[in-house]
DNA sequence: TTTAGCACTCCGGTTGTTCGAGTGCTAAAT
DNA sequence: ATTTAGCACTCGAACAACCGGAGTGCTAAA
């Protein structure tokens, strides 16, 4: 167990570095506010901590650098709480200031004030509406062969998608198809769409529709599900400042992982909900290994949606960010809700 | 006026460097294939289109490098025509083989094409369908202040909106709103949908809906065009390889730049049509002043719809990349096209 | 007019040196 | 038993000196 002093020492100097991003020496911590020790004990006490896997050297006479175990101890037992600038809080509040009529704008701009509070990249996921339900769909023939389906949610998203029509379905089929639809299907949670079809409305379509095989087809084609949801990402060059990501190979393995989407998504999407921090090596990707990444989800009517996160080096402002993610996530929340309240 | 020896030396050096991206002495031109002149006499041409400023020197005694005139008087006079490999060929025509419904999943497919044939970023903008014309305008209401306005363009695109209700329409109301707008507004071509509002509308509305004041309001918040067409980009990260992009700080500003994307579509709306070659410093932007952007229009009833382009450092394979440019803004053309085919 | 030859220039890499920041250890001080 | 002062030691960063090579410009011969 580390005595209390070691504790104060390991604070002072991961909080050090996370300023400096230089290896910090046993005299800058002595002349710490919070610490009465002479340099010669606290290089005794940094000699222990390096023998416990918390500090490391760069070289054998540098000052030293937390390891991430260091840097894991730090988050989960010495993170001071973080008072925001009162230029943070207007700047978060900017959130619920503008007229918000749909999620998307909410997620979008939170990502953007994410990054505009942190000299990272941020990045935001979702939401996925699970419990939206069907409001309406409509297929808008443009010419002989091809039509738009729209979809849309009680949640105000439309989802749209291009679709070619079946020679073999004549018009009054396509309206009586989208009749039924409508009718079985407006209020049906997205997720089940598929399963009712496959039950109900192929019984209903065989029965009304002459080239219900067609018809049949062509509604599948139309429902199926394209929502991934997308990534949104904010700030992106902002790494580009921080000295570890001077050498361009990190940025680009980085960058190129953003650039993948569906992995991003992989990465990041709602699993325990609740904070997550990940330090280093502990992210499943190796792109990642000098980042930590910082993210929650955010729920809707109790379910997890979406994620928020930031993606920093190793060497990120945690207190702060942690704060920062807990509070806008929270934010999120309350404008979904808001903005999807079951007026019922 | 360069002599022929000047000129083919020229070439050689051009090429030599975009190659190698190392400035190019007077052995190794001497060396080439289709030259047969000592070094020495290289070296008195090289001084002298140095003097006539097509070429630089990085120091007194190095190899030499092209000016951007050199490069300008190399794609204006001295372009070799490119024969695409096998490879290319094939990748380009894959284009082709996928099945296209909708206008911006080819522009997607192209960036895509773009980047991955050259080593290099690639950006497609639009199209933007100066032509398309209403099909179909609905409004959906989701709780009691506010809706879902979608609009369908005769091309398969979808425009979706969240609107807020105003309280004192009435759903008969907003339903005749509906109806006349369908009726009066269908066929027109978008960018005269503003106008005919304020004219013909306008009127009508006043006979038939009691609260027409709001009504007209909304309508006009529904219609207000938000089609800032799309940017895409392919193969961001590409640029990283290029040696002239270890420095940090050039990536930085060219990648600040691209994340915004109201300047690159400025920077890259379709002015005059057909190929257009910005070298180094002819470029708008200083973030631009290390690299060449080639690219050109494409059209849709003879109107310059979109552009697609290509950023590269100022040494870019010019021959290639103009060859694929042209391709393919042809391609995007037939595609649009055949999509759009007016069967009338 | 071309080219061989040569002196010269400058860059990049290597080596040596110095300087300073930082350490570990020992012995004195508390 | 802790803490601290003192000191020898280590290492990297910064700088100079040096060398080799690639390339040039110029002159004089072909």
Redesign the pocket.
Known sequence: MLSN?QLLILQAIINGYIKSA???????ISQEKSI?????????E??DL?ELGFLE????????VPSEKGYRHYVDHLLLPHHFSKNEVTNMKSLFEQKILEADQAVKHSATILSELTSYVSIVLGPKMFDAKLKSIQVIPLREDAAVAILVTDTGHVENKAVSLPAGLSSSDLEKMVNILNEKLSGVPLYLLEQKMATEITVLMKQHIDNYAEALLFAEDTLKKSSNEKVYYGGKTNLLNQPEFKDITKVKSLYELFEKEDMMHELLKPNKSGLSIRIGQENENAAFEHCSIISATYSFNGRAVGTIGIVGPKRMEYPKVISLIQHISHDLEDILKNLYRTDA
């Open positions: 002093r230089e290896p910090v020496g046993s005299r800058s009465s020790y002479s340099p010669a004990t606290i290089r005794n940094m000699a390096e050297k760069t070289h054998s006479s540098s000052g030293r």
